[in-house]
């Protein structure tokens, strides 16, 4: 059973709240979950987290694995350091096969020689 640390919504249209919860990837958003570890709102200012810091720490040593979002609020409250972002080498084109190049430069300049016009 893979275990994630995700968010879970709650709140009216609009106003949205968080739970952030341990719960089995299998199951759905706002489904069944293993266990609430803290609550996020988006709408006050600055965002409010609150977190049972010891659980979150409990579900990262046993395997957990934190959404993109419910990462972000983790390294907001200090629970996990943000990993430098690097930016994924371009990949290498082949180079072009020279021996075609070399081929039509040559079919190129023997068309390009004046015929030569028999003698009458």
């Known amino acids: 059973m893979a275990v994630k640390i995700r968010l879970t919504r709650l709140g009216d ?5 968080y739970r952030v919860v341990a719960a089995d990837s299998r199951c759905a958003r ?3 979950y293993i266990e609430n570890l803290g609550t996020y709102d988006p ?11 010891e659980r979150v720490a409990y579900w990262l040593g046993v395997g957990a694995t ?7 609020i983790l390294i907001k409250d200090g629970l996990i350091e943000a990993k430098p972002f690097v930016a994924p080498r371009p990949k290498k084109m082949p ?18 020689a004046p015929a030569e016009t028999p003698a009458e």
């Open 13 to 17: 249209k609009k106003s949205p709240f």
């Open 30 to 32: 706002n489904g069944k």
């Open 43 to 53: 709408l006050k200012n600055p965002a409010e987290i609150k977190l049972n810091k």
């Open 66 to 72: 934190p959404t993109d979002t419910a990462r972000e």
């Open 95 to 112: 180079p072009a096969p020279k021996a075609k190049a070399e081929e039509s430069a040559e079919g190129a300049s023997e068309g390009e």
